[in-house]
């Protein structure tokens, strides 16, 4: 059991760092589409092998919180803020509940292809928006579903505005940075 999930977890990290994402669309593309502040915290939620945190963490003062449900992805985050001498980089390990940080504290959510995993997502939406300052903005990026794929789970923008609606929030730009790839922003009604 252990041994196969280690298996997928190297395919996953080559997926998430292959020059191939990066080329249809860097973390720095994302970070100069977006209202980011230099003063901002934000919280990465699925942070993977911090593809969006650790170019975040450059770019700002306050905190950037890595959540991650996998334990091996956070000490990738680690040792790379490590080699940059990033001090701003917050590892949590677990799921939004892992995340004790007080209604209000966070400026900036970035949820880059892990909320299409969560069912049903309007609870987590409720978190992300608690969490939120009073004007605070969740950033989406999905894959649009192409036909019907039973291989992955995947949501489409309209049905991705429509919870967000639901849930609090109105959608403030729409953005398709690359093929079947589009970003909401989002921010706390």
Known sequence: MHHSYCKHSKGKVSYLE?????????????LNMIPLKETDSILDFGAGTGYFSIPAARRIKGNVYALDIDAAMLEIIKEK????KLTNIVPVQGSME???L??????????????????PLAPLLQQMKNVLKKEGYLICLELEPKGSSEKAPRITLEGMEREMKEAGFQVTEKFFPA????MLV???A
């Open 81 to 84: 803020a490590l080699e940059e």
């Open 179 to 182: 093929e079947s790839l589009y």
């Open 186 to 188: 989002a921010q706390k």
């Open 18 to 30: 292959s020059p191939e994402r990066r080329k249809q669309f860097s973390p720095e593309q994302l």
């Open 102 to 119: 007080p209604d209000g504290s966070i400026d900036m959510i970035i949820a880059s292809l892990v909320l299409h995993e969560i069912q």
């Open 98 to 100: 892992a995340l004790l």
